[in-house]
């Protein structure tokens, strides 16, 4: 029997947050913020570094570029919730714990799983071999280290998707004194309207990369990459930015999951096989009326709130409500002087309204820039951090499931 038995003190309920990333961290200030000063509630935040990695800035860090030095740790000051530094390696579901670096382990009353997604290098052989990725802070840097000791040749960004165009068109303007040529299956920013979509491909052109569209990387070498039909490209740096995939973690601990290896929830955020595991940010498939829920960072921060919202209902003996989520914008940065942000339908289609040129770039720089604030804000005040878009129509079909 624990001290706190003998005591005649109940254990408290114990919710482990893993991974403090957009929807991580969303979870477990929320969280925090809401449970402060309660015995009853423990928290615990774990995560493989202490500093806070802004995935949206990583094509800035792979140029070499500065970004704020964020605290995880120093964050969490003052909320009562506990940082754990290590590397999550197993889940055990039925025992309800969690493995660190193999030899520490936690329990958990309930678990958030926010782990988020890595590009898939997987998916094309020599991937995991030749290319750089921005999976990480560090993967960024070692690319920032290849990219600054050139003074010539040519660098090839496999996939035309958000981060692929991003970080094209970083490189270019960093280093003019490079080739860069994009790669990708669909044209850059063929999601947006035309006059959204022509903005962003001049705007690569005049960048200097060179977009190739209707192509397919099936092998990636030390020296070049090639194409379906035969092609082969010269490539003194390879970046892949394609396909996502997930953490092996879910589906090795039993969670029922998708296709892709994210956790499959119910309408309140909970795994449909476990729960009392609730997922978050891209580690999540999360339906909506217009389909599973693709990963952002926009979409990822209220999968957070809401979980921790659900945690302190559940706590009260109160059902969860269903989780409803909107797409609102796409913005894109093209370099440091230019950016297109393309307004959306709830369900991600393009409206009529979209941002160019300069309005755009402040407009990306003040969304890219407003996460760590808003902790800063939910710590204080959580309800402040509870404010998204429903998604209105788009996402009413869920309730009535
Ligand atoms: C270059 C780039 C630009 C982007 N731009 C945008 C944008 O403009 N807008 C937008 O909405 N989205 C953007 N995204 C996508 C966005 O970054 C992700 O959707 C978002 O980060 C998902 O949040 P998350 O909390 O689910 O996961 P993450 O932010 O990836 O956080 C996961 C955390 O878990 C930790 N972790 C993972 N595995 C383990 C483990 N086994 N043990 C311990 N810790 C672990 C990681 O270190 C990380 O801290 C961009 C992504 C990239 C790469």
């Known amino acids: 029997m624990s001290a706190q038995h003998e005591a005649g003190v109940a ?9 403090a990333g957009y929807a991580g961290m969303s979870a477990a200030i929320q969280l925090a913020a809401r449970v402060k000063g309660r015995k009853d509630v423990q928290v615990t935040l774990v995560n493989a570094q202490e500093r806070f990695t802004e995935r949206l800035r990583l094509h800035m860090t792979a140029t070499g570029q500065q970004v704020a030095e964020l605290s995880v740790p120093q964050l969490l000051e003052g909320t009562g919730a506990r940082f754990v530094r290590g590397w999550v390696t197993a889940v055990d579901a039925d025992a309800k714990i969690v493995r660190i670096d193999d030899d520490r382990v936690l329990h958990y009353d309930t678990l958030v799983y926010g782990l988020g997604s890595l590009a898939d290098t997987a998916a ?21 280290d290849r990219l600054a000791r050139r003074d010539g040749g040519t660098v090839v960004v496999g996939g035309s998707g958000l981060t692929g165009i991003e970080s094209a068109a970083e490189i270019a303007e960093r280093h003019p004194e490079l080739n860069v040529v994009l790669l990708g299956r669909g044209e850059p920013g063929a999601a947006m309207n035309p006059k959204a979509k022509a903005y962003l491909q001049s705007a690569l052109e005049r960048l200097g990369v060179q977009a190739r569209s209707g192509v397919e990387v099936v092998k990636v070498l030390p020296d070049a990459v090639e194409l379906a039909g035969g092609e082969s490209i010269a490539a003194d740096v ?13 589906a090795a601990a039993g969670f029922a999951v998708d296709e892709r290896g994210r956790i499959v929830t119910d309408a309140a955020l909970r795994s449909v096989s476990h729960p009392q595991v609730y997922a978050v940010g891209d ?4 339906r909506q009326g217009y389909g599973v829920m693709h990963g952002t960072c926009q979409s990822g921060m ?5 979980a921790a919202v659900s945690i302190v209902r559940a706590l009260k003996g109160k059902q969860p409500k269903p989780f409803r989520f909107g797409y609102y914008h796409t913005a894109v940065s093209l370099g440091r002087h230019d950016a297109v942000v393309q307004f959306t339908h709830p369900d ?18 003040t969304v890219t820039a407003s996460p760590w604030p808003t902790y800063g804000r939910m710590k204080k005040m959580p309800a402040s951090g509870a404010f998204w878009p429903r998604g209105g129509r788009f996402t009413r079909v869920r309730e009535a499931r």
Not at 238 to 250: D, E, N
Request: one cysteine or more; proline letters at 7%.
């Open 302 to 306: 209220p999968t957070g709130v809401h």
């Open 238 to 250: 390879f970046l892949w930015t394609s396909g996502t995939r997930v953490s092996p973690l879910a």
């Open 283 to 286: 580690a999540a498939a999360i």
């Open 348 to 365: 991600d289609s393009p409206r009529r309204m979209c941002l160019t040129g300069r309005l755009a770039v402040r407009y990306k720089e």
């Open 124 to 144: 094309v052989p020599g991937v995991e071999d030749y290319a750089y990725t921005l999976n990480s802070a560090q993967d960024a840097k070692f690319l920032a």
């Open 11 to 19: 254990a408290p309920h114990r919710v482990v947050i893993l991974g």
